[in-house]
């Protein structure tokens, strides 16, 4: 089945500093997915940061950025300086469309928590 | 920005008792879903509804479990009978269309003892 990988547990960054959170994807039920980095701030339920439906565009949002890699299968966020409101739980998604419903299921990756180091 | 409800943000039951939590999605939206997520595991998908309907559900869907959406009211999973696996946190989303972006909800902690 699909699958979804990103970086594993906790990242700390100096405020100011860049951020890179790798994602890595397997999709066996559909050729190109779409791809999603979404976002849980502290006391908040998920959100959508960003999405990018088309295989080399890249999305942004909020100063963050990812670009879909088809042939590396891979959906990196990145952004050039972090500060404290971008503590949160970041999830890497994938959705694969079921054809002739318009209905779509999300497979996501375990999550990964972005603090700042104090 | 749009808000889905969940309705009991935790429930604590014995196993074997039924359980239903309620969502309540974003009030012009036509597709409905539930995912659980275990505790130090990934968000998994269970299923999706459309116009009266499951379209789409997982192998983690099991025969105890039901969704429905009466009248336009709250969206339901119900699972009958609960059993010690089930503890999760379950999350409800909602989107306008299949495609289009999915709004989640706060997610209910299940309790089964």
């Known amino acids: 089945g699909d699958s979804v990988t990103q970086t594993e547990g906790q990242v700390t960054v100096s405020e100011s500093k860049s951020l890179i959170i790798n994602c890595t994807y397997s999709a066996t039920s559909i050729g190109y997915p779409n791809l999603f980095w979404y976002v849980r701030y502290p006391g908040e339920g998920l959100q959508l940061l960003l999405k990018?439906?088309?295989?080399?565009q890249k999305g942004s949002s909020r100063g963050f950025e990812a670009t879909y890699n088809k042939e590396a299968t891979s959906f990196h966020l990145q952004k050039a300086s972090v500060q404290e409101s971008d503590s949160a739980v970041y999830y890497c998604?994938?959705?694969?469309?079921?054809?002739?419903?318009?209905?779509?299921?999300?497979?996501f990756g375990k999550g990964t928590k972005f603090s700042l180091i104090p | 920005g749009p808000k889905v409800l969940q309705i009991p943000s935790h429930q604590i039951i014995d196993m074997g008792q039924m359980v239903t939590l309620n969502c309540d999605p974003v009030?012009?939206?036509?597709?409905f879903y539930w995912y659980k997520q275990i505790l130090g595991q990934q968000m998994e998908f269970l299923v999706n509804f459309y116009n009266g309907k499951v379209m789409e559900k997982s192998k983690l869907f099991k025969d105890q479990f039901s969704v429905e959406r009466p009248d336009g009211s709250y969206f339901t999973l119900k699972i009958q009978p609960t059993a010690l696996e089930d503890s999760a946190v379950y999350f409800c989303?909602?989107?306008?269309?299949?495609?289009?972006?999915?709004?989640f909800g706060p997610g209910t902690r299940l309790t089964v003892l």
């Open positions: 989303a909602s989107s306008l269309a299949g495609r289009d972006e999915q709004y």
């Open positions: 990018v439906i088309t295989a080399g």
């Open positions: 009030s012009n939206h036509l597709y």
């Open positions: 998604a994938l959705s694969a469309d079921l054809p002739g419903t318009g209905s779509n299921r999300l497979t």
